[in-house]
Every structure is written in structure tokens, then in C-alpha cells.
């Protein structure tokens, strides 16, 4: 009786992780409509602002290691990007997708007339240009002051809308990650890659505590052998698939079917971290494709993902890749942030086209997997390649002003 008692809390709490909080999807709505007008100048902007924390944490994937704080840093890089394109429009993708902690997933693409210069490395081209990527929005109960001293805070109101209606469900954005892979755009704009002397800034090594380096060991010692993991694999995709048919029974089963993905895609670190490949002969749908950077030759299903695996792996053997942020959205994906620590060290190899040269890396992404019947069948991946080229001493990253204060301090990523 006990175990059952504690199956049942179990349930309770994963349906208590994957309900959200307060009315997730009229927010995601509202944050879509309030960033296609924040981007395209509309004075309706400062009243959207409303939908993020005074002090929101802004990651974006242009400036990856200087996070920028608060909504004035944010209006500062809009500025930005909107003097050098005053046509600059985004659309979002609809509709936008939610999930657990809280979180929004939504997907974008932004276009503009390059006119003004994009910093002093970019003058005005004149192209007409377009780049796209993913927003992951962590929420918050937005929390009123209290009513008198020593009162308990109360939950806020809704947020009111441009034209006086509300909007929101009394949730904040807190933590947001902008994720675009800059490099192309850089590349319509005129920038060339070009040889980097050595002697630039070096990746500071990961503290003791270093939350990336922790789960990447975690994912690699799970399994002592490769037969342990593919079988434990093969097992996590059936749960993941019998969760998945199950969805229409009630909350606990969407609790269930995100849990089991999350195990799923746990197994695809663990394979990154260990070349254990024999898992991806369970995690991988023969319909597998990417959508990121690296060229895979118009590969597919399984030869497709032990092909982007490899091609990091076999560069970089002292490879670790962790996450810093870990959440099932809907019933059929899971978006994460991850970190890749290493040295590019092994002789004759290629990374990026960049010949192997001892350099020491640290590079940060977010990526979403979707899951189908429990197998990975897309993957979705941003990372800024210009910053790993001049870490690779292949390129010289255009100079990006930085809003005041941007970058000021280290911002622990997830608790």
C-alpha cells in the first residue's frame, strides 16, 4: 500500500510540473503579438513590456557571453538592430507552444533592409536580408506588493493590453533565450571569415560547481557499457511511445508522455558524451532531420544524427556537452540549453572547415527535439558560429555595441 501511495504522489507531483501555471497560452499569445510590434518600433511596445520583469534576463545568441538585464537593456538592442534596419519586421510562428516551469517556445523570422551600419564591422550593405530562430520564455506569477506592511504578496493582475484589455493571466517572463545562429546574417551583410592570429580571449575554465561540465558527467556515467545504455534505451523509447497513446486520458498522462520524453532525449546526452552508438538505433526516427548549421549532406534517420555527433566528437576528444536548461513542451518535444566544452586537438581534423589547432572551446546553444511514437525525428539547433570560428582563430566577430551595463555580471542559468 505504501508503494502505491507513493506512485500516486509521484503521479501527483509530474501533473503538478506539466500543468501550467495561471493561463500559459493566453500569455504565449500575448508575448507573440507584444514582439512583433516591440520589433517593428510600434508604440504599443512599452506598454507590452508589461509581459517581462523589471529585471527580465535577455540571453541572445549575438551577444553569447553578455547577457543583457532589464527591459531598458532590451530596448537598447532593439534600437540597435532597428537603426541599421528601419524596416526590420518579425513574424512569429503560430501558435506558439508551451510547456513545463512555465515556459513558452515559439518560433521566428525577422527580415529588414540593411541601411545604417550594424556596428562598425557592418556598414551598410544595402542587402535585403532575413534570418530566423527560436525564443524560449521562462515564466513567473507576477507577484503585487503587499497591502499593508508585514501583508503577504498577493497575485497580480492582468497585465493590460495597448487598447486597455487585459492581456496576460498575472505571469511575467523572467528569463528569456533569443537563439539565432548571427552568422548568416553576418554573411549576407559582406562579412568575411579570415585567419585569427592566436592570442585572443580563451574560454575561462568551468567553475568546480560548473552546472554544464555536472550534467555531462552525469549523462556519461549513467551507463558503464554501451549494451546497458542501448537496452535502457530501447526501453525509455517504448515508455515514451506507450505514454504518447495514452494522451487523451487525462493531465497525468501529458505528465507522463513529458517525463518519458525527457528520458528519451536524457539518452541522446548520454550518447553525445560517450559515443555509445548503438542508442541511436532506438532514440532515432528513420524520418530524422536537422536543422542547424552543419551540413549533413542531405543525410537522414540515424546515419544523420551519428554523423553531427561524430563530427564533434571526433574533433574534440575531451568533448563534454551538458544543459543548462531542461523542459518538456507539449507532448512532443523537449528544448534545452546546451554547452559544449573541449579542445579542438585532433590532428587533421575539421571543425566548422577549421583544420584542427589546439584551440580551447566553449560553445552555448539551444536546441529543440520533437519526438515521434518516442523517437527523435527533428532536431532544431542555434548557436552563434562566428563566436566559435574566432574561438577557432578562423575569424574576427564583428564588434557588437554593447547596451550600458550589458554583460555586467555572471548570471546563473538555471537552480
Not at 515564466?139 to 493590453?161: I, R, V, W
Not at 592566436?198 to 575561462?204: C, K, L, S, T
Not at 590532428?347 to 572551446?361: E, H, M, R
Request: charged share 20%; aromatic share 8%.
Amino acid at each position: 500500500m505504501a508503494h502505491d501511495d507513493c506512485a500516486s504522489c509521484e503521479q501527483e507531483q509530474l501533473a503538478k510540473r506539466a500543468r501550467p501555471a495561471g493561463n500559459l497560452e493566453n500569455y504565449a499569445e500575448a508575448v507573440a503579438d507584444f514582439l512583433i510590434d516591440f520589433w517593428q518600433g510600434k508604440t504599443s511596445a512599452d506598454q507590452g513590456l508589461r509581459l517581462f520583469d523589471d529585471q527580465v534576463i535577455w540571453h541572445d545568441s549575438l551577444l553569447p557571453e553578455a547577457p543583457l538585464f532589464g527591459q531598458e537593456q532590451l530596448k537598447g538592442l532593439v534600437d540597435f538592430f532597428r537603426g541599421s534596419m528601419p524596416d526590420l519586421s518579425l513574424n512569429m510562428q503560430r501558435p506558439l507552444h508551451v510547456g513545463e516551469q512555465g515556459v513558452v517556445l515559439g518560433y521566428w523570422k525577422a527580415s529588414g533592409t540593411h541601411t545604417g551600419a550594424l556596428g562598425p564591422s557592418l556598414p551598410p550593405s544595402g542587402a535585403r536580408v532575413s534570418w530566423e530562430g527560436s525564443v524560449v520564455i521562462r515564466t513567473q506569477p507576477a507577484l503585487a506588493a503587499p497591502s499593508q506592511p508585514g501583508g503577504e504578496e498577493q497575485a497580480a493582475e492582468p497585465t493590460p493590453g495597448a487598447d486597455g484589455g487585459a492581456v496576460a493571466t498575472g505571469l511575467l517572463g523572467s528569463t528569456v533565450w533569443w537563439s539565432w545562429d548571427p552568422v548568416f546574417l553576418f554573411r549576407e551583410l559582406g562579412w568575411k571569415e579570415q585567419f585569427r592570429p592566436a592570442g585572443g580571449a580563451v574560454p575561462a575554465p568551468p567553475a568546480e560547481d560548473d552546472l554544464a561540465t555536472r550534467t555531462a558527467m552525469e549523462a556519461r556515467d549513467a551507463f558503464a557499457t554501451e549494451a546497458e545504455a542501448a537496452e535502457a534505451a530501447a526501453a525509455a523509447v517504448a515508455a515514451a511511445a506507450a505514454a504518447t497513446e495514452r494522451l487523451a486520458e487525462s493531465p497525468e498522462a501529458l505528465a507522463m508522455a513529458q517525463a518519458a520524453n525527457r528520458t528519451v532525449v536524457e539518452m541522446y546526452f548520454h550518447t553525445y558524451n560517450t559515443g555509445h552508438y548503438a542508442v541511436l538505433d532506438h532514440i532515432v526516427h528513420p524520418d530524422y532531420h536537422y536543422d542547424g548549421l552543419l551540413d549533413l549532406g542531405g543525410r537522414r534517420g540515424r546515419e544523420a544524427m551519428a554523423a553531427m555527433m561524430g563530427g564533434w566528437r571526433d574533433c574534440i576528444p575531451d568533448l563534454v556537452i551538458g544543459h543548462e536548461l531542461f523542459v518538456a513542451v507539449g507532448n512532443d518535444k523537449v528544448t534545452f540549453r546546451w554547452v559544449i566544452r573541449g579542445m579542438h586537438s585532433t590532428p587533421g581534423t575539421k571543425l566548422l572547415g577549421v583544420t584542427a589547432n589546439f584551440s580551447p572551446l566553449l560553445v552555448r546553444g539551444v536546441t529543440t527535439l520533437t519526438l515521434r511514437g518516442g523517437r527523435i525525428v527533428r532536431k532544431v539547433s542555434h548557436a552563434n558560429a562566428a563566436h566559435t570560428l574566432q574561438q577557432l582563430q578562423a575569424a574576427t566577430h564583428p564588434v557588437i555595441p554593447l547596451p550600458a551595463g550589458a554583460g555586467r555580471e555572471e548570471v546563473e542559468q538555471l537552480e
